[in-house]
C-alpha cells in the first residue's frame, strides 16, 4: 500500500505554468523499484484521462498526446520507502483545467495508461487554467 499526497494546484493563465509534487510513501516495505508513479486528470463531465507516468526509479516516462512536449514527469527518491514525483506543465491552456490525480501502482500490474491498473490514488489537486 502506498500513500499519496498531491500538492501544487492553483489558477493560472493561459500559456502559463505550474508544478504538481506527489508525496509518496510505502506503508508496509520498500517502494524501491516495485511501483509505477502516473498521473490522471478529470474535467467536470468527462472520463479520468492519463496524462503521465514514470517508474519509481526514474526511468521509462511516458505522455498522454495532449500534453507532449509541454509537461514533463520526474521523481526523487529520498530513501526506500519514500519519493516525490512532479509533473511539471508548461504552456497551459484553458483545456488543460482538471483535477489532478496521482496514482501509483505495481509496476507489473496491468497498462500504464489504465487508470483501473492503479490501485493507490491521492486526494486530487485542482488545476484552473484561464483564457
Known amino acids: 500500500q502506498v500513500q499519496l499526497v498531491e500538492s501544487g494546484g492553483g489558477l493560472v493563465q493561459d500559456g502559463g505554468s505550474l508544478r504538481l509534487s506527489c508525496a509518496a510513501s510505502?506503508?508496509?516495505?520498500?517502494?524501491?523499484?516495485?511501483?509505477?508513479m502516473g498521473w490522471f486528470r478529470q474535467a467536470p463531465g468527462k472520463t479520468r484521462e492519463f496524462v503521465a507516468a514514470i517508474r519509481s526509479t526514474g526511468e521509462s516516462a511516458l505522455y498522454g498526446d495532449s500534453v507532449k512536449g509541454r509537461f514533463a514527469i520526474s521523481t526523487i527518491s529520498r530513501d526506500n520507502t519514500k519519493n516525490t514525483v512532479y509533473l511539471q506543465m508548461n504552456s497551459l491552456r484553458p483545456e488543460d483545467t482538471a483535477v489532478y490525480y496521482c496514482?501509483?501502482?505495481?509496476?507489473?500490474?496491468?497498462?500504464?495508461?489504465?487508470?483501473?491498473?492503479?490501485?493507490?490514488w491521492g486526494q486530487g489537486t485542482q488545476v484552473t487554467v484561464s483564457s
Open positions: 510505502e506503508q508496509t516495505g520498500s517502494t524501491s523499484t516495485s511501483y509505477v
Open positions: 496514482a501509483a501502482k505495481p509496476y507489473y500490474r496491468g497498462s500504464v495508461y489504465y487508470s483501473g491498473s492503479y490501485d493507490n
